[in-house]
C-alpha cells in the first residue's frame, strides 16, 4: 500500500478515535464509569485484552526506537492514550520513510 494511503488510513483512525472518545467523556468522564460495568466480566476480559494488546504493539515500538527515553515515554503513552498514541506513533514513523522505501523500512529498526 502506498504511503499516501497508509498516512491516510491512520489519519482517519486517529481521528475516529478522538471523536468517539470525546464524545463519550462528554457524556460520562471515565472515571465515573459505574461500578456495575467495571466489574463486569465482559469488561475485564476486554480490558485486560486491550492492554496485553497495547504492550504486545509496544514491543515493536521498542524494538523500533534507540533510546531507553523513547521507549519508556511511548510506552506511558500506549498505555495512557492507547490506540491514539498508536496511531499517532504509526503515523510519525510513515512520515518519516523516505520517498520510495518498502514495508521493510517502516517496520525494521533504523540503522
Avoid at 486517529?14 to 460520562?28: D, F, G, K, N, Y
Avoid at 460495568?37 to 469488561?43: A, Y
Avoid at 506511558?76 to 518519516?96: D, E, H, K, P, S
Amino acid at each position: 500500500m502506498p504511503k499516501a494511503r497508509l498516512i491516510a488510513v491512520f489519519l482517519v483512525i486517529l481521528t475516529i478515535i478522538i471523536a468517539v472518545t470525546s464524545w463519550a467523556t462528554s457524556h460520562m468522564p471515565f472515571w465515573k464509569t459505574p461500578e456495575s460495568v467495571v466489574l463486569h466480566p465482559w469488561f475485564i476480559a476486554t480490558l485486560t485484552d486491550t492492554y496485553l494488546a497495547f504492550f504486545t504493539f509496544w514491543l515493536w515500538v521498542a524494538y523500533k526506537e534507540n533510546s531507553v527515553l523513547a521507549r519508556v515515554a511511548w510506552l506511558v503513552l500506549i498505555f495512557a492514550l492507547g490506540n491514539m498514541a498508536m496511531a499517532a506513533y504509526v503515523l510519525i514513523q510513515l512520515v518519516r520513510l523516505p520517498r520510495g522505501a518498502t514495508i521493510e523500512t517502516l517496520l525494521l529498526r533504523r540503522q
